[in-house]
């Protein structure tokens, strides 16, 4: 399995910017995608997830109504499209991939299965 991230980089408070992952080696029949986020001396923290067979997905409340997730099964990617970024959205973005969803509102990050390495976002102020 292989979760590759991209389109990390610094960007201004206000600015959007959006987030890859190019999914190999899994079955979205099986997997849902999602991401986690990891603040350095903080526990990784849900994002968002989407469900790959019905399209819904979840966020964590940190980023509802800011931060947007689709799917393109056809590319095999996934993407994070993120607004209105603030200097606290600042971290490690990993994509991940796990049979639920349900482990995206919090921080149960030890229940995931595949994880990506991540890609670095830095918001300034």
């Known amino acids: 399995v292989q979760l590759v991230e991209s389109g990390g980089g610094l960007v201004q408070a206000g600015e959007s910017l959006t987030l890859s992952c190019a999914v190999s080696?899994?079955?979205?029949?099986?997997?849902?995608i999602g991401w986690f986020r990891r603040v350095p001396g903080k526990e990784r923290e849900g994002v968002s997830c989407?469900?790959?067979?019905?399209?819904?997905?979840v966020y964590g409340d940190s980023v509802k109504g800011r931060f947007t997730i689709s799917i393109d099964k056809d590319k095999n990617t996934v993407y994070l499209q993120m607004s209105s970024l603030k200097p606290e959205d600042t971290a490690v973005y990993y994509c991940t991939a796990d049979p639920d969803c349900r482990y995206y509102t919090g921080s149960y990050y030890y229940f995931i299965d595949y994880w990506g390495h991540g890609t670095q976002v830095t918001v300034s102020s």
């Open positions: 989407i469900n790959t067979g019905t399209g819904s997905s």
């Open positions: 080696g899994l079955s979205f029949d099986e997997y849902d």
